[in-house]
Structures are given as C-alpha cells and as structure tokens.
DNA sequence: ATATTATAGATGTTGCGACAAGTGTCGTCA
DNA sequence: TGACGACACTTGTCGCAACATCTATAATAT
C-alpha cells in the first residue's frame, strides 16, 4: 500500500506497467493485424501456420501444436478446422494411435506464407523499427523476465 | 534483409520483440482475466467503469470514453448495453445536443470497484511485483517509447 | 428556408473464442 | 478379458467483438 507519485488513475507501479503492455500489444497488433487480414488470417492462425512450417516435413500433434502457439488456444481444434477448410493444413489419425490427430501445412500454406512473409517483415519494423537495437534487446529481455514466473516451460 | 543472429523461428529482432510482447501481455492477461472474472467482467469493461470512476461524478460522452480506453472499442455501445443492464452506469441523452449520449457511473458499478480493488492491485502484484523498481519504470519507458509513433494523442 | 454534409450512436450480421460436456481410443490392472 | 480411468480431441452452446449499415440530430451551405 504504498502510495509514491503513481500516474494519475493507477494506483500502483505495477499497474502502470501492464496497462501500458496492454496499451501498447493492442497499438502493435492493429499494425499486424492489418497485414494479415489481407489475407484472411488472424495473428493466432499465421503463428500456428508458422510453426507447422517450422517443423515440415514433420508433423505435430494437435495438443503439441497449441502448447507452441504465443497465445493459449483452448479451441485450437476449430482453428485449426476453419485452416484445413482453406486447404492450408491437412489433419490425419495416426494409425499407432488413433487418438492422436496429426498436423501438416500443405503446399498451399507454405505459399501463404511466402506471400506475406515480406509484408510481415516490413510491419514488425513498421512497429518496431524506430526503436534502436540495443533497446530492443532490452525490452525482450525485461518481457521475458515478466512472465518468467508465469510460464511452466521458459523459452 | 540482416541476418543476425536471430532467435530460432524468428525472422527479425523486431519479430522476436513483438513475439514477446504478445506472449508476455497474455500470460499477465490470464491472471488479470482470473480476478474479474469472478465478478463478471472482462479487462475492457473493469477498464470503463475506471474511467468512469475517475470522471465521477461528471458523466463522459459515449465516444469520449472509448478513446480513453486502454484498448479502441469499436463496439463501444454493446459493452456499455451490458454494463447498464447491470446496472453499473446509466446513460443518458444530452437535451441540448440530442446526438450525444452520456455515461455515468452508478454506486452499484462504485460498489463494485471497491468490492475488487484489493484483488485486483494484489494481481497486479502476482504479475509483476518479482521485478524490482527500477526494471519497472525502464519496462514502462521502452513500452511508451515502442507505441510512441503510433498514437495519435501521446500519454 | 431548404438541401447537404457531418456527427453520435444504434442495429444487423457474422465469425471467432471460451467453457463445458461428449465421443472414441488406449493403457492398465484385477 | 473386461472394467475403469486417462487421454486426445470434438461438438454444443453462448457471449463477445468486429465490420458494415442505418437512424436521428446538428451544423453548414445555397
């Protein structure tokens, strides 16, 4: 209960802090989201894409694939429907297991991705760029340590 | 087009900053979304009635109050039918320019805030109390700086 | 004075996200 | 070998959010 000059409607540091992540996340992915609504994606569908890409020619188990993913995704299974319907995935039942569902990208996803890859990459320095390196590597850094706490398995 | 050294998965040190902030912003997200959820509310809506607190016992425009919004609203209305059908603000149309609806909080949407306050400040402890002072402030400052180009009214 | 444009917000529709409950499959142990 | 619990999704349901469209009111131009 400390009450040290916070800004003005916060009533702690601590406060301050996530309300300005969340702030800034939310101005960060309307920049994102831009780009990736053209072409029908969301930012939760492209960063699952990417990580099937990441792992082609493999394949990765549906659960396996939500754990990976930024975001928690506990509906993963209709994302993940609403993708193969665009052909961009392709989902099978292992033979070994049959409870187990398979995840693979498909040719056309990989092309999806290709598509915008560029784009993204302008938009992350479209966000970012004005920013040097060295506080870039210093805000990774403290983000990290933010969630070290919150995350079963740290990156 | 550098090639840098990167993160494995990541295409830009710009990339891999966005990826956190969007990791870390819901992994805090969860523990916030946990306190209001007993009582019903999502962050947006705690974040209204805050404002409305804050403005108290002047009432704010419709419009007015979701450019305050941490994060843009533009299905402000629907948010505030919710919140007057609990009863925790009430609106009402300006006679002298009829276009204009203000919003005001009441003292069940006061009571409320009480009833969470403690909660929520202890969460926001949870979250981020294991950093220490100084790497808070240095967090706020590279997050208001990151965000910096792209709002219109800087805070 | 009337027509035009701008403003403030309400409404229709759609689709995604979250929680809960259900289904099929597998391991295990009496 | 047959019952039981665990696992890996899948489906039902609901609420919320986003986008476009519509209505009422006000300001401005003609």
Same mark, same amino acid.
């Given at each position: 209960?400390?009450?040290?000059?916070?800004?003005?409607?916060?009533?702690?540091?601590?406060? #301050?802090?996530?309300?300005?992540?969340?702030?800034?996340?939310?101005? &960060? /992915? +309307?920049?994102?989201?831009?780009? &990736?609504?053209? @072409?029908?994606?969301?930012?939760?569908?492209?960063?699952?894409?990417?990580?099937?890409?990441?792992? +082609?020619?493999?394949? =990765?188990?549906? !659960? %396996?694939?939500?754990?990976?993913? @930024?975001?928690? +995704?506990?509906?993963?299974?209709?994302? !993940? %429907?609403? !993708?193969?319907?665009?052909?961009?995935? /392709?989902?099978?039942? &292992?033979?070994?297991?049959?409870? $187990? $569902?398979? $995840? /693979? =990208?498909?040719?056309?996803? #990989?092309? &999806?991705?290709?598509?915008? *890859?560029?784009? @993204?990459?302008?938009? *992350?320095v479209r966000q970012l760029g004005h920013l040097?390196?060295?506080?870039?590597?210093?805000?990774?850094?403290?983000?990290?340590? +933010?969630?070290?706490? *919150?995350?079963?398995?740290?990156?």
């Amino acid at each position: 209960m400390k009450a040290t000059s916070n800004k003005p409607g916060c009533d702690s540091l601590e406060q #301050e802090v996530f309300l300005n992540l969340w702030k800034t996340y939310d101005r &960060l /992915k +309307a920049i994102e989201d831009e780009v &990736l609504g053209k @072409v029908g994606l969301s930012a939760q569908q492209y960063n699952a894409l990417r990580c099937l890409r990441w792992a +082609a020619p493999a394949a =990765i188990a549906t !659960l %396996d694939l939500g754990r990976q993913l @930024v975001s928690r +995704a506990p509906d993963i299974t209709r994302m !993940l %429907d609403r !993708l193969e319907l665009r052909g961009l995935l /392709k989902r099978e039942r &292992l033979p070994s297991n049959r409870r $187990v $569902v398979e $995840v /693979k =990208i498909t040719p056309a996803g #990989e092309t &999806l991705l290709d598509d915008i *890859h560029a784009g @993204v990459l302008e938009c *992350h320095v479209r966000q970012l760029g004005h920013l040097d390196q060295k506080s870039l590597k210093q805000l990774a850094k403290l983000l990290k340590a +933010a969630r070290l706490p *919150h995350e079963s398995s740290q990156t």
